[in-house]
């Protein structure tokens, strides 16, 4: 069985990264829409409602607005993404026990040396890990 793919162009991989190197030392966060064709189209970066190095909270408001936003335009949310300022893009236990939308990607930004993004779906407490291509 093949991996789930998602389709990061370069330079939205590089307004995830570089969001979450502005929020040091917290983590950063935000969101993302995709088009039809599953290809991510664009990165919303929001504040974090509570700051910390070791978890996150994009605020209700912002997330409405992206949601609106993206929906204006015939996207969709296709997930989140957060950074681990000092460890790895592996989901830790409080990413499981807050991903609630089995259909969306959580993309993880490892800080610990080079930045690094891996990409996760969290089904039924089942986890599998999503190829992200350029």
């Known amino acids: 069985m093949t991996r789930p793919v998602v389709l ?3 330079d939205l991989a590089e307004r995830i990264v570089a969001h979450c190197l502005a929020e040091l030392p917290d983590e950063g966060c935000g ?4 088009a039809g064709d599953g290809r991510v189209v664009a990165v919303y970066p929001t504040s974090n409602q509570s700051p910390s190095p070791v978890s996150y909270t ?17 996207w969709r949310l296709g997930g989140v993404f957060h950074s681990h300022p000092y460890g790895s893009a592996e ?4 990413d499981l026990q807050a991903a609630i939308d ?3 990607v959580y993309l993880v ?11 996760w779906r969290v089904r039924h407490g089942e ?3 999503v190829e992200i291509r350029g």
């Open 102 to 104: 089995p259909d969306w």
């Open 8 to 10: 990061l162009p370069e």
């Open 31 to 34: 969101l993302f829409a995709i």
């Open 58 to 74: 994009v605020p209700p408001e912002e997330h409405h607005a992206v949601l609106v936003a993206a929906e204006s335009v015939g």
């Open 127 to 129: 986890v599998e890990e």
């Open 109 to 119: 930004v490892g800080m610990r040396g080079e930045p690094e993004i891996r990409g």
């Open 91 to 94: 989901l830790s236990m409080v």
